[in-house]
C-alpha cells in the first residue's frame, strides 16, 4: 500500500550538517501530517519534529534551533535539516506519515519508515 523510504543517514562530527528525506510512495491521496523520530539505543522512540499539511511544525525542545523540518505536498516527501550536530543526536531517525488516505481505501492511516542511522562523534 505505502511505503516510506528515508536517506540521507550518516556518520559527521559535532558541529555538522545532515539532512534527511523521507518519500511516501503508494496509492496515495493525501497526508495530514508528517514527523520524524528518533531512537538511540536503550531508550524509547521520542518525537524530534513534525509538520502539518500546512506550516504548523513542533520541534523537541533539544533539537529547537537547529533542526528544521520542511516538506513537499506534492511529492510527499519530508525533510529534516539537522545543523550544529551533537553526540547525543546519535540514533536511528524514522519517519512517519499520519492521518494518510488512500485512493482506493476508507480510512486513514499511519505508516512508518525503517529508519536511517545518524551516527555524530565527538
Known amino acids: 500500500q505505502v511505503t516510506l523510504v528515508e536517506s540521507g543517514g550518516g556518520v559527521v562530527q559535532a558541529g555538522e550538517s545532515l539532512r534527511l528525506s523521507c518519500i511516501a510512495a503508494?496509492?496515495?491521496?493525501?497526508?495530514?501530517?508528517m514527523a520524524w523520530y528518533r531512537q538511540a539505543p536503550e531508550k524509547q522512540r521520542e518525537l524530534v519534529a513534525s509538520?502539518?499539511?500546512?506550516?504548523?511544525?513542533r520541534y523537541a525542545d533539544s533539537v529547537q534551533g537547529r533542526f528544521t523540518i520542511s516538506r513537499d505536498n506534492a511529492k510527499n516527501t519530508v525533510y529534516l535539516q539537522m545543523n550544529n550536530l551533537k553526540p547525543e543526536d546519535t540514533a536511528v531517525y524514522y519517519c512517519?506519515?499520519?492521518?494518510?488516505?488512500?485512493?482506493?481505501?476508507?480510512?486513514?492511516?499511519?505508516?512508518w519508515g525503517r529508519g536511517t542511522q545518524v551516527t555524530v562523534s565527538s
Open positions: 503508494g496509492n496515495i491521496f493525501s497526508i495530514d501530517a
Open positions: 509538520i502539518s499539511t500546512g506550516i504548523d511544525t
Open positions: 512517519r506519515a499520519e492521518r494518510v488516505r488512500l485512493r482506493s481505501i476508507d480510512g486513514s492511516y499511519t505508516y
